[in-house]
């Protein structure tokens, strides 16, 4: 493969890069503070296209391959990892399902959503359904001409300003999962209380609650029963996509703390002259070159149809780790001003915690990567 990045995607990456640098690495620390939705930057990114760089151009989409989507992925983590996590949601996983089954009438919300004017969230995880989807137990009940759906979700990003959901649920007749579109402003509806977390804060998060919520038969999306087979369509992208996350929040880290071992002066010289910190920024530099390539490596696989279920696993646990381990070495590096919120790399430290649960915790992966390999 080569490794060599084409024009397009060398301007996807400046175009990103500018808007980053411009506008958001400048409000990046306001948006953790304040724990609020960035909708006018979010609108932004919409303007820039990104939430439909993985759609066709009949959908209104750019149809970009998957490389140039992490590219831009990386580009807005790097600045904000609340903005990050709203704008991939929006861009894959809440709207996915409605491009791919939506009629007429669904497809008005998709077309909304691919410009910034609505905002979507998916509802996957329950109170005792996380890793394990087939616990899930909200349930759509079949009625004559609709569906009647009732449970309750948790840990929903953009809840709290969504427009619709992508809803998970089983139906009374049949124990596979389904997946339905539903308008956040349906009778029954209710987006509970918002979820305070360590990190990513202005990518807001609350509970839903669905209470005998009627649904025409045409917000079903897909077959019944086909939902999981479904998620497995973007599972690999959604993967790639969180790796490209972790790459964002560690080369920011990294950047950050180089730039202070320049500056920082300590027994007559900048720090970075020590042995010491420079083999932290050795180990640094090596996680970081690896997992980016590997990341590219598992988005050549996907833009060429080749298989990558295994090599997306290997890309989002070894990056979401890397980009971990990164924010903590960088953080030492500026000793106590790594600890103070004046500086950005106690954020980075936070929100990198935020992409070892995305797309599956460490340990899950570890898991499905042994089966993999016929343990």
Not at 40 to 55: A, I, S
Not at 139 to 155: C, E, P, R, Y
Request: proline residues 2%; hydrophobic residues 40%.
């Amino acid at each position: 493969m080569d490794f060599e990045l084409n024009d397009i995607q060398k301007s996807v990456q400046q175009t990103f890069k500018d808007f980053v640098d411009r506008r958001v690495v400048p409000q990046a620390a306001a948006i953790d503070e304040n724990a609020e939705f960035p909708t006018e930057l979010f609108k932004e990114v919409g303007d820039l296209g990104f939430f439909g760089m993985r759609y066709p151009e009949s959908a209104g989409g750019t149809n970009m391959d998957i490389l140039s989507y992490c590219l831009a992925v990386i580009e807005l983590s790097r600045g904000s990892m609340s903005l990050a996590a709203a704008c991939t949601m929006q861009s894959l996983m809440a709207t996915y399902f409605l491009y791919r089954f939506g009629d007429d009438e669904v497809k008005k919300h998709f077309d909304a959503a691919m410009r910034g004017e609505e905002i979507g969230a998916i509802c996957m995880t329950e109170p005792n359904a996380g890793s394990d989807l087939f616990a899930i137990q909200t349930k759509a009940l079949v009625k004559d001409n609709h569906f009647i759906l009732s449970g309750q979700k948790t840990w929903v990003t953009s809840a709290p300003v969504a427009n619709f959901f992508t809803v998970l649920a089983k139906t009374d007749n049949h124990d596979k999962l389904s997946i339905f579109f539903v308008p956040s402003t349906l009778k029954g509806v209710t987006v509970g209380k918002k979820i305070n977390k360590l990190g990513a804060c202005g990518s807001v998060t609350s509970e839903v609650a669905f209470d005998n919520v009627i649904l025409p038969k045409n917000y079903l999306l897909g077959e019944i029963g086909g939902g999981t087979n479904c998620l497995m369509e973007i599972l690999a992208e959604i993967r790639i996509m969180t790796a490209a996350l972790s790459i964002g929040v560690a080369t920011a880290a990294f950047e950050d703390a180089l730039q202070y071992a320049k500056e920082r002066v300590q027994f007559g010289k900048p720090i970075g002259k020590f042995q010491a910190i420079q083999m932290k920024f050795a180990d640094m530099e090596v996680q970081l070159q690896t997992a980016k390539h590997y990341v590219f490596y598992a988005a050549y696989l996907s833009d060429n149809n080749l298989p990558r279920h295994k090599e997306s696993m290997i890309a989002k646990l070894y990056a979401s780790e890397c980009a971990n381990s990164i924010c903590d070495q960088a953080s030492r590096v500026l000793a106590s001003y790594g600890y103070a919120t004046e500086y950005s790399l106690q954020r980075y430290l936070r929100d990198a915690r935020f992409t070892l649960i995305g797309g599956g915790t460490s340990e899950i992966l570890k898991i499905n990567i042994g089966r993999e390999l016929g343990l």
